[in-house]
C-alpha cells in the first residue's frame, strides 16, 4: 500500500459528484469556453440583509469570538423552536428537542458516525442527496437503496421492502421537497414511515432542506407534524436554500431527544460546533420577516417557468415542481442521463446534472437548477433550444 492511498472506505465512494462536474466545466472554462451551469443548487441572490446585520452586530462582540457550545446557543434553540412553532405547528423543547449543526451536511454524515455500526443498514432514497450512501459507506456500514417510484409520487414503494433490509436497518434518509425530482410529500406517506418505522425500529432522518422553498400556494409540512414521528424521527433543518445562506453553514437537528443527545455524544468528539455569530444571524433568519422568502420564491417560480416552457418547446415532458429549486426532467429518447448531460455540456456549453448522479434510480433523468442569474438562465436554455430541437 502507498504512502497517500485513501482508506478502503473512503475508496469505496464515487468522487463526490459536483467535484466531478466542477473539475470538467474548469477544463472547458480553461479553454475558454462561456460555459452556463444549471447544474449546482447553490442560490444565487445573496443572504437577506437582516440576516447580514444580525451576522455584522454579532461577529463584532468578543463574546462570540470563543469556543461554541456543541448544545448551541439558547436565542438559537428558542428561534428555532418558535419557528417551528409558527410554521409548522410542531411544539419542541428548546433543550433538548433542538441542536445547531454545520450544515445539513454535517449533521447527516455524523449521524451515520453516532448510529451505525459495520454491517448495520441505512436506508437511503434512491435517487436521493449523495450524503445518504456515502455517510454510511464512510461510517463502516452499508446503504440500501429505497427507489423512488414516480407513480407513487416518488416516494418508495414501503409495501415492497426488503424485509431483511428493515430488520437490519437502522437509520432511513428521507427528503420532501425532494432533492432531485422536486417531488412533494404525497398524502399519508409520513404516516406510513411512522408506522414502519415503529414496527421495524428506525430512526427517519428527514433531511428538510427545502420545505421554505416552493410555489403555486403548496406549503410544505415538517415530517415531525406527523403524529409519532417524535418517537421515531429527527428533521434536518437547513437554513441554506430557504435564506440564501449556502455559504454560512447553518442547519440544526430538531425531534427526538435521544436521538439528539447521541448525535452531540458524537459531535463533542469531532467538532467544537457552529460559531455562535452565525448562530446568532441563523436566529435573526429564523425570527425575521418572511417576505424576503416570499419574493424568492416568486424569482424561483418564474425560472422554473421559464425552464418547463423551453423543455416542452423542445419536446421534453416535464411538469412543474411544487417546491425546490430543481426540475427534474425525462431524457430524450435514445439517451442515457450521462449521453444526454454530455451533448448538451458539448453542444451547448451547458451543465445539467445527468440523474444517474443521484442513484441508479435517477437514470433516464437530468436535473435543472433554477438558481443561476435570469440572463445566465435564459442564456443556456436559448443555446439548449438552439442545438436540441
Ligand atoms: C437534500 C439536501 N440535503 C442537504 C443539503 C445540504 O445542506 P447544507 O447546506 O445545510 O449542508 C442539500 C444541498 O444541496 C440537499 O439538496
Redesign the pocket.
Given at each position: 500500500m502507498a504512502l497517500t492511498d485513501p482508506s478502503k472506505r473512503l475508496e469505496a465512494i464515487p468522487p463526490y459528484m459536483f467535484a466531478e462536474l466542477e473539475r470538467r466545466v474548469a477544463d472547458k472554462r480553461a479553454a475558454g469556453v462561456d460555459v452556463v451551469s444549471l447544474g449546482i443548487?447553490d442560490p444565487d441572490r445573496p443572504t437577506y440583509p437582516h440576516i447580514v446585520e444580525a451576522m455584522r452586530e454579532a461577529v463584532a462582540d468578543p463574546a462570540n469570538h470563543r469556543y461554541p457550545s456543541n448544545r448551541g446557543r439558547e436565542e438559537f434553540r428558542t428561534a428555532l423552536a418558535s419557528f417551528y412553532a409558527s410554521r409548522f405547528g410542531v411544539t419542541i423543547d428548546p433543550d433538548s428537542q433542538a441542536m445547531p449543526?454545520i450544515?445539513?451536511?454535517?449533521?447527516?454524515y455524523n449521524l451515520c458516525f453516532a448510529f451505525l455500526d459495520p454491517d448495520d443498514i441505512a436506508l437511503a432514497a434512491d435517487p436521493?442527496?449523495p450524503?445518504y450512501t456515502g455517510g454510511p459507506t464512510l461510517a463502516g456500514a452499508r446503504p440500501v437503496l429505497m427507489p423512488l417510484v414516480g407513480e407513487l409520487g416518488f416516494v418508495p414503494d414501503l409495501e415492497r421492502m426488503d424485509r431483511m433490509a428493515l430488520d437490519s436497518a437502522r437509520l432511513m434518509f428521507l427528503?420532501y421537497p425532494?432533492?432531485p425530482t422536486g417531488a412533494v410529500v404525497p398524502d399519508g406517506f409520513f404516516e406510513r414511515v411512522v408506522a414502519l418505522a415503529r414496527a421495524h425500529e428506525i430512526l427517519v432522518v428527514h433531511?428538510n432542506?427545502?420545505s421554505e422553498t416552493t410555489f403555486d400556494g403548496y406549503v410544505a409540512p415538517s415530517f415531525l407534524a406527523t403524529p409519532g414521528a417524535m418517537e421515531v424521527g429527527v428533521e434536518?433543518f437547513?437554513?441554506?436554500?430557504g435564506f440564501n445562506m449556502?455559504g454560512w453553514?447553518?442547519?440544526a437537528i430538531v425531534g427526538n431527544a435521544d436521538a439528539i443527545r447521541t448525535y452531540w455524544r458524537l459531535k463533542t468528539n469531532v467538532d467544537s460546533g457552529l460559531f455562535e455569530a452565525v448562530q446568532l444571524a441563523g436566529a435573526a433568519a429564523l425570527s425575521g420577516p418572511r417576505t424576503a422568502v416570499e419574493e424568492m420564491n416568486e424569482i424561483y417560480a418564474r425560472r422554473r417557468d421559464l425552464v418547463v416552457g423551453t423543455l416542452r418547446e423542445i419536446g421534453v415532458v416535464v411538469q412543474p415542481p411544487k417546491g425546490t429549486i430543481y426540475v427534474w426532467a425525462p431524457v430524450p429518447e435514445g439517451h442515457t442521463s450521462v449521453s444526454f448531460a454530455e451533448l448538451v455540456l458539448e453542444e451547448a456549453a451547458v451543465v445539467v446534472s445527468p440523474g444517474s448522479m443521484y442513484g441508479p434510480s435517477g437514470e433516464g433523468f437530468f436535473r435543472i437548477s433554477v438558481t443561476t442569474p435570469d440572463e445566465r438562465l435564459t442564456e443556456g436554455l436559448e443555446r439548449i433550444r438552439h442545438h436540441l430541437s
Open positions: 443548487g449543526a450544515g445539513a451536511k454535517e449533521c447527516i436521493g442527496y450524503v427528503n425532494n432533492n433531511d432542506a427545502y434536518v437547513s437554513l441554506s436554500k449556502t453553514r447553518c442547519a
